[in-house]
């Protein structure tokens, strides 16, 4: 499972783990956030998807909050395009871009025990069977017709003594007959839920899973991080020194039988920063 890339740490994982490539041999998970990140978002993008051309049964592209016209116009895909390519070609590049975004699946389930997703688990639905019946195969604006989907893509882990504290700040009291003690209003971004390790492991014994893996957050130095106790939740980052002011490390995840996971760093030592 690999999550976002600049173009350079993605070139660093294909000579250290895509060595079949083109033609690959087993198959790799990517969990979003492949555009407005870095100066080559589009080179990018356009790497992944003749990646999943070649390989249609070997490579699975979830969709990240970023991969949305909205956040595009306020970060700054859209304008890198029309940079590149100028107003006419930039934002044709943009709308096929875009086209090919409205139709990338949210979330995974990998060997019957992993959930997949680029922010988490979601407050609105919480039964994958009900999410993947009422989820619109295409779905350019998901903060209005599926907000389940919205909060897969916004949602992040909290440790119980956080949660507490942002409770507290909310003026909400944690309770068990209106899912306050799982879900809160997601302060840091503005938008959807944090939700906790009570909420993580009722959504997996529901689901009858084991795990949930995500990305959406910088690891402050290793590159992944174990949320909550059991590792009930595990966010990877696969996009090692984020900004200049960031030393955080590469890391992907590689997952055997039974849902066992392994952490594997990648050498980016010589990389330049995503965001300069």
């Not at 590159?223 to 106790?229: D, E, I, K, M, S």
Request: some cysteine; hydrophobic content about 45%.
């Amino acid at each position: 499972m690999i999550s976002f890339s600049s173009l350079q740490d993605l070139l660093s994982i294909e000579r250290c783990i895509l060595r079949s490539s083109p033609h690959l041999t087993t198959n790799y998970l990517f969990l979003g956030d492949y555009v407005d990140r870095g100066r080559w978002g589009f080179e990018v993008f356009l790497y992944l998807a003749v990646a999943k051309l070649l390989n249609r049964d070997r490579v699975f592209l979830l969709r990240g909050n970023h991969e949305f016209r909205l956040t595009q116009e306020k970060y700054k895909f859209k304008e890198e395009l029309l940079l590149k390519y100028g107003s006419t070609y930039g934002l044709k590049f943009w709308d096929l871009v875009n086209y090919v975004c409205d139709r990338l699946p949210v979330c995974a389930v990998v060997g019957g025990a992993l959930f997949a997703a680029h922010g988490g688990i979601p407050f609105s639905l919480t039964d994958l069977g009900t999410i993947n019946q009422q989820t619109p195969r295409v779905l350019p604006e998901p903060d209005r017709v599926a907000p389940w989907v919205w909060q897969m893509l916004w949602n992040d882990p909290m440790d119980w003594a956080r949660f507490l504290e942002a409770a507290q700040l909310q003026k909400v009291v944690p309770s068990a007959a209106n899912y306050t003690y799982m879900y809160l209003f997601n302060a840091k971004r503005g938008t959807a839920y944090v939700f906790n390790d009570y909420a993580a492991a009722a959504f997996l014994r529901a689901n009858r899973l084991q795990a949930i893996i995500r990305a959406h957050e910088v690891p402050e130095e290793l590159g992944v991080r174990f949320n909550f106790p059991g590792r009930l939740c595990t966010t990877v980052f696969s996009c090692s020194h984020y900004t200049n002011r960031m030393n955080n490390e590469c890391s992907v995840l590689l997952v055997g039988g039974e849902g066992r996971i392994r952490v594997l760093r990648i050498d980016t030592r010589l990389n330049k920063p995503a965001m300069m």
